[in-house]
């Protein structure tokens, strides 16, 4: 489902990505481990399109991304890709379902199915009576299942998650890797996780080891 080809990226004179190739199938949980500097986050955002590669191609169900710009990338992203990272990124002023329907509203889906799917989705994650909620009024652990609510709105191709439980204690985190199995069974749903984790690692379906730049 997700196919990229020869991905380079330099900051400078420093080499961080050196032509990485990676495949990814429909309903495949894949995790990508290495030391800090590997290049595995500077990979995870060029493959959601949040960075660009210096040369290479992306491909997400057959449809080259690498050359989307501007709002046609914004709404291919939002609309196919879902996103965990290391800090929630909630938005303080809105209430969890309100965070999580943000992606939905902005893809212009009916506010009232949006809404609808956005309960739904904290129910399942064990949330069902915080929706109105502010994320100071949450744990670390339910500000994360928050995150992964409104990752999955829009019903993403795949979810990138980057250090997915750097910023949780190991109950959490241990909590976070059984969801994502939960959703991988129950919703098919296509991950692929930046992880330190050796236990969310060992729940994956293939570990790939990165090292200077490259899959090794």
Same mark, same amino acid.
């Given at each position: 489902m997700l196919k990229a080809a020869n991905i380079t990226r330099k900051y400078g004179q420093l080499e961080v990505l050196k032509g990485v190739d990676i495949t990814i199938a429909r309903g495949e949980m894949v995790s990508i481990v290495g030391s800090s500097?590997? %290049? !595995?986050?500077?990979? +995870?955002?060029? +493959? %959601?399109? +949040? $960075? !660009?590669?210096?040369? %290479?191609?992306?491909? +997400?169900n057959e449809q080259q991304i690498d050359h989307l710009k501007g709002e046609k990338l914004a709404a291919f992203r939002n609309r196919h890709m879902g996103f965990v990272f290391q800090f929630h990124h909630l938005l303080p002023e809105f209430s969890a379902i309100e965070n999580v329907c943000i992606p939905g509203w902005i893809a212009g889906t009916p506010k009232k199915n949006v809404e609808k799917r956005a309960a739904e989705l904290l129910d399942l994650l064990g949330l069902a009576d915080r929706l109105e909620n502010k994320p100071n009024q949450l744990s670390g652990g339910e500000q994360q299942r928050v995150a992964v609510a409104r990752a999955l709105i829009n019903q993403p191709d795949i979810i990138f998650a980057d250090e997915p439980t %750097? =910023?949780? $204690?190991?109950? =959490?985190a241990r909590e976070l890797h059984a969801l994502f199995g939960k959703l991988r069974e129950q919703f098919q749903q296509t991950f692929l996780i930046v992880t330190h984790n050796e236990e969310l690692a060992a729940l994956s379906d293939r570990v790939l080891h990165m090292k200077d730049g490259k899959i090794i």
């Open positions: 500097g590997a %290049g !595995k986050s500077t990979l +995870l955002h060029i +493959l %959601g399109t +949040l $960075d !660009k590669a210096d040369s %290479g191609a992306i491909w +997400l %750097g =910023n949780l $204690d190991s109950t =959490n």
